[in-house]
């Protein structure tokens, strides 16, 4: 019942219909934000694409200024001199063969995946594993490089990556409820800056058709995107 009334409590600061400006709705999300732990502040982007067709897929990275509030937990397949430089970055796990019999047993204790190009013929026998997950290093995005350090540092300060789903539709954690409401606003407006700026060349029409703000267990609000089209 308590957690009813909380809903219904949240629910009722929204006006039904109304798409509300970044500033507003953050506001909102943050009064919304009521549960007993910190919950993250998620956006939701409805594109006008198709995913299936490679001219409209929508993929890449954002470093939000104010970070995510959540620390990622990043491997990295490297030999040598590269191994060391990914250790000394602060890379959770480092490895060649070893780390590759740990993903195949089903030990996939991290949330990004980086490589050198020279162990790509060996994290490709993981394709299988790592791709229906979201990880597997893609030289486009800037996870198959030799520069260990700014791939892993990257990761570890805020950068979150977006990825079209088939229904066109992209989302992500932008920030934690107890962050300011300037932090949440200025990385609202990077993410959805990003994803403006990734438009691809196949999209037609309305691009950014819809769009919410919402915490782990508030309602969405609305999001008013005619300042951000182009």
């Known amino acids: 019942m308590a957690k009813n009334k909380r809903i219904a409590a949240a629910r009722a600061k929204i006006e039904a219909g ?36 490679a001219d409209q897929m929508v993929r890449g990275f954002v470093s939000l200024p104010n970070g995510t509030g959540k620390t990622l937990r990043v491997a990295v397949f490297a030999r040598g001199p590269k191994a060391e430089e990914a250790q000394a970055a602060g890379a959770d796990i480092v490895g060649a063969e070893d780390l590759m019999e740990k993903v195949q047993a089903g030990e996939i204790n991290f949330d990004r995946c980086i490589a050198t190009p020279d162990m790509m013929a060996l994290v490709g026998r993981l394709g ?12 486009k995005l800037g996870t198959v490089t030799m520069n260990v350090k700014g ?52 999209a037609k029409g309305a691009y950014m058709k819809k769009g919410a703000l919402s915490s782990t267990m508030g309602p969405g609000v609305q999001l008013d995107l005619s300042a951000f089209a182009g």
Do not use: C, W
Not at 20 to 48: H, P, R
């Open 18 to 53: 109304k798409a509300y400006g970044v500033d507003e709705a953050v506001a909102l999300v943050k009064s919304n934000a009521t549960a007993k732990f910190d919950e993250t502040v998620e956006i939701a982007l409805n594109l006008g694409i198709d995913p299936r067709h």
């Open 128 to 139: 299988k594993i790592l791709g229906p997950r979201g990880l597997m290093p893609n030289p």
């Open 151 to 202: 791939a892993v540092e990257a990761a570890k300060s805020g950068q979150v990556e977006y990825r079209a789903e088939k229904s066109g539709i992209v989302h992500a954690g932008v920030g934690k409820a107890s962050f300011s409401e300037d932090k949440l606003i200025e990385n609202v407006r990077a993410f959805i800056d990003a994803v403006q700026k990734a438009r691809p060349s196949g």
